[in-house]
């Protein structure tokens, strides 16, 4: 493993090396899409424009590049054997498809989720009629070893009914010097091929498909077991040829970013700027930027000219007022080189990359070049990175991809809107944008818990611990002077409850988190409840665009409401779209404290109100105390409020967040860890109705033993054509972690997607429980969840509504939802699993090894929650 890593870095590093020293002496120029972006103005007026829609574009519209002679493809070549760059020849055009990695496509787009059956099912390309030979050296590289780690079903297979390893092992048995050599190779030939290869001929499996020569032409990949459905990004060669070698599939000219697993869409969180004047290299250094460069743990960190000089444009931002927008700050062009990049993978280039923003998350930057004052125009390109882990470690090089200038996909005009992510901000989403999160760079960090939704508030330490510091807290003036102590006692146990069980039931647990939340509302508010801003506040603001005027559309105001005094009518339709609720066309519901408290913890949590949340002022004891007053506004009263906050820490640092109950008593037994409590996966039956009375025709209960695409089941069907059908409910059996949502087929009559859920939670002897719900549709798990397909991080309890059974497999097996589940990585038997927990948790439970069959035994233990509040890692397959 430590081999295989090593030899990946090397070659992802002399990869990069390659890239950055293709400088291209010409590129031509490629047709970008545009969409109409409409900017509300705060009076209601709309502001129309036309941006850059790459999420219509496909792999081959992108831009050629002309090569310099820079290139050094000859030196790497031997020290990177495993990278092909022979096509990188000085003078040569490059076309998108020979310069774009898979690597850079999976870090930006998770291409690398799919395997190849994903691609086809996606261009409709048949896979049985693709020979081998048409993936160049995507296929050719692959050894058997390779594949035999990384496909359980490859590996599995019997030698003698698996016509590739049957051709790798007579053309090796031809260069053995004796005939008892292959003697004992043709004895082998009814093993498996996982023992074939570590068995007497280790050296078969550096036998890679390409030394088959011509017979490549011969097969597909279904003729090599379970590659198929293997994602593109367990299997190196596959991840590290070009997106060339997957054009027999369609892959570069059948689809769109759109349909890519993570497709370029614009961060919630942009503001939209104006390309104002393009101004060249006499200007003085520039403290307000918006261009910069992305560092240890993806923030991205706006970086102003050094010395002076540099070039750039400048901005004004639509939609806001100057008070809180961009206006006059600066976006220097990529020849400003910034800190860029982490971790070893970053080395080579002395972490420095290209300036410029992040309108569209992580996954690849956008820059400004060719700066041309004459006519007021500047080049707009784009550039990518890729990021491994390491040994653990997340690295990433810096932004440099094809080329430190990037890809251009466009001029823009002065006076054109342009989207711009403000700087100082994690960025969003896994290496792409916001995909399939809810609003925010930070939802998918925090597990809901919907143990307290609806719950009116909390009892437990925690708040019992947060009323007496709020009711000690020493406070003060606006000139620093002491003017008494504590807030209003009765509004102090009203209104604190409230706001630490909408923060947990929101997934912020942080002490320190917690504690900013209380204090901010206690300046705001004095803790007398949710309350409407002053009039002669808002007064004051009120003139053209600002929130205190009458808006055009709804005819409301949106000046400051609830415990944060909650502004501006897009702040109000953020909140709506997590919340359910419908503030933005009835503004007095944010003066609800029902709707108040998580108005609030999602506003702070998310970054709605400036950009800025609680996630980018640290946690615990490195809290950022008065650097996080910025979550609601900026440099107004930081060292008074962060004294309050570290007031209320000192009081509730050491409590148990997990130590609490509803206000109301109700479900209360639901929301401690380690409670066991356990549910039927049908929903609307219970699970002792499962347990006596599921006998349904055509259906086994113990099919996890059954044969299946040479191996075993390992699950067991659960039919619903008399519980729904397809539509019908699915529930989580316990409580957990949604942590992934993969994509597993498609319906047969409408082609949506058939997805798999992964929830993972722990047993009292904390080992990772795993439950995988097979055949849902992707549309009901996104609303009943919020999950779209890749990773996730929502939390559910025992019954809770994750989705519905959908279309997939109606023709077989009937409407049916397949449960799987793995103790500390081990399948067991769903059935046996089930009843065990049903009985309390404790008990003997047989296991099954998919490849072989083979049945062992393993004691269960009552189930309980994830202890950290680190996300479990997702399952690969």
């Known amino acids: 493993m430590i081999r295989s890593c090593l030899i990946t870095l090397l070659s992802l590093i002399w990869f990069a090396l390659g890239c950055i020293l293709i400088s291209p002496s010409a590129m031509a120029q490629s047709y970008t899409p545009t969409a109409l972006y409409q900017v509300e103005q705060h009076d209601g007026s709309v502001l129309e424009g036309e941006v850059f829609d790459l999420s219509q574009m496909a792999i081959d519209d992108f831009a050629s590049i002309d090569l310099s002679d820079e290139t050094a493809q000859v030196q790497l070549s031997e020290i990177a054997p495993n990278i092909n760059l022979s096509h990188m020849l000085p003078g040569n055009r490059v076309a998108s498809q020979d310069y774009l990695n898979m690597s850079l496509l999976n870090t930006a787009f998770g291409v690398g989720e799919w395997s190849l059956g994903d691609i086809a099912q996606q261009t409709g390309v048949s896979l049985g009629d693709v020979p081998l030979s048409a993936y160049g050296e995507a296929i050719g590289n692959l050894s058997l070893g390779e594949l035999t780690e990384a496909i359980p079903d490859f590996a599995g297979d019997t030698v003698r009914h698996n016509s590739v390893v049957m051709a790798a092992l007579e053309s090796y048995q031809a260069k053995l010097p004796d005939a008892s ?14 023992e074939l290869l570590s068995g007497s001929t280790p050296a078969l499996a550096d036998i890679q498909l390409k030394d088959l020569g011509d017979q490549l032409n011969q097969w597909s990949v279904l003729d090599i077991p379970g590659l198929n459905a293997t994602p593109i990004q367990d299997l190196d060669s596959l991840e590290n040829a070009f997106a060339g070698d997957f054009e027999a599939l369609g892959l570069t000219d059948k689809l769109t970013l759109s349909a890519f697993p993570k497709p370029p869409v614009l961060n919630e969180i942009i503001r939209m700027g104006r390309f104002d004047v393009p101004l060249g290299e006499p200007e003085h250094d520039r403290l307000r930027v918006v261009s910069g460069g992305v560092t240890q743990g993806d923030k991205f960190k706006g970086e102003p000219c050094e010395g002076g000089g540099c070039i750039h444009v400048e901005l004004d931002e639509v939609g806001a007022p100057p008070s809180s927008g961009l206006s006059g700050f600066a976006w220097m062009t990529s020849d400003q080189q910034v800190p860029d990049g982490y971790g070893i993978l970053c080395i080579p280039f002395g972490c420095k ?4 923003n992040h ?47 990037g890809i251009p996909i466009g001029r823009i005009k002065e006076k054109a809107i342009f989207p711009v992510t403000p700087p100082d901000i994690k960025l969003s989403g896994d290496d792409f944008n916001y995909g399939n999160s809810r609003y925010g760079s930070h939802g998918n960090r925090y597990r809901q818990n919907p143990c307290f939704s609806g719950a009116g ?11 007496d510091a709020l009711l000690t807290v020493p406070l003060y003036d606006r000139n620093g002077r002491i003017v008494g102590q504590g807030w209003d ?45 002053f009039e002669a506040g808002w007064q004051r603001r009120t003139g053209p665009g600002d929130y205190g005027a009458i808006h055009s559309t709804t005819g409301h105001r949106y000046y400051g409401r609830g415990y944060v005094q909650i502004t501006w009518a897009a702040n109000y339709q953020k909140i709506d779209q997590i919340l359910g609720t419908n503030t933005y066309q009835n503004p007095d519901q944010m003066l609800d404290p029902s709707v108040a408290a998580p108005a609030t913890v999602i506003g702070m949590r998310d970054g709605i109100f400036t950009s800025r949340s609680l996630d980018d002022y ?62 039927s996966p049908l929903g609307g039956t219970s699970l002792e109705d499962l347990l006596n009375t599921y006998q349904l025709a055509d259906f086994q209960r113990f099919d996890a033993y059954r044969a299946y695409r040479n191996g075993w089941h390992g699950g067991i069907d659960l039919d619903y054509r008399a519980n729904g059908g397809a539509g019908g409910a699915v529930s989580s059996v316990s409580q957990g972690t949604i942590v992934s949502v993969k994509q597993i087929g498609n319906a047969r009559a409408t082609g949506e997607p058939s997805v798999q859920v992964v929830v993972m939670t722990t047993d009292s002897l904390g080992r990772q429980i795993e439950q995988r719900y097979n055949h849902l549709s992707l549309s009901s798990v996104q609303a009943a969840t919020g999950c779209g397909l890749g990773d996730c991080n929502v939390g559910v309890g025992a019954g809770t509504h994750i989705g519905a059974v959908g279309q997939e497999d109606t023709l077989s097996r009937g409407a049916h939802l397949d449960y799987k589940v793995k103790i500390d990585g081990q399948f067991v038997d769903p059935w046996g699993f089930l009843q065990v927990q049903a009985a309390g948790g404790s008990g003997t439970i047989h296991t099954i090894d998919l490849s072989t069959g083979a049945i062992g035994s393993i004691e269960a233990a009552p189930l309980g929650s994830t202890e950290s509040e680190e996300v479990p890692t997702s399952p690969s397959s």
């Open 181 to 194: 050599s292959m003697l004992s190779l043709r004895g082998d030939k009814a093993v498996s091929v996982r």
């Open 353 to 356: 990359g290209p300036a410029g």
């Open 359 to 405: 309108p569209f998350g992580k996954g690849f930057r956008v820059l400004f070049n060719d700066l041309d004052e004459a006519d007021g125009s500047v080049q707009v390109s784009i550039s990518f990175r890729t990021c491994k882990t390491i040994f653990f470690v997340k690295t990433c090089t810096p932004y440099v991809f094809p080329t430190p200038k």
């Open 457 to 467: 508030g909390v009892t437990g330490n925690i708040v019992d611990r947060a009323v």
């Open 489 to 533: 006692e009765a509004g102090v146990r009203e209104h604190a409850p409230l706001l630490i069980g909408a923060a947990l039931e929101h997934g912020v647990t942080d002490p320190a988190h917690i504690a900013y939340i209380l204090a901010t509302t206690g300046h705001e508010t004095l803790f007398r409840g949710p309350i409407e801003e």
């Open 618 to 679: 640290g946690y615990g004891d490195a809290f950022d105390w008065n650097g996080a007053r910025s979550i609601i506004n900026d440099g107004d009263l930081r060292t008074t409020i962060g004294g309050y906050g570290r007031h209320i820490y000192e009081y509730i640092k050491d409590t148990d967040s997990n130590d609490v109950q509803r206000s109301d008593g109700a479900a209360a037994s639901n929301c401690g860890a380690g409670d066991g409590t356990v549910s």
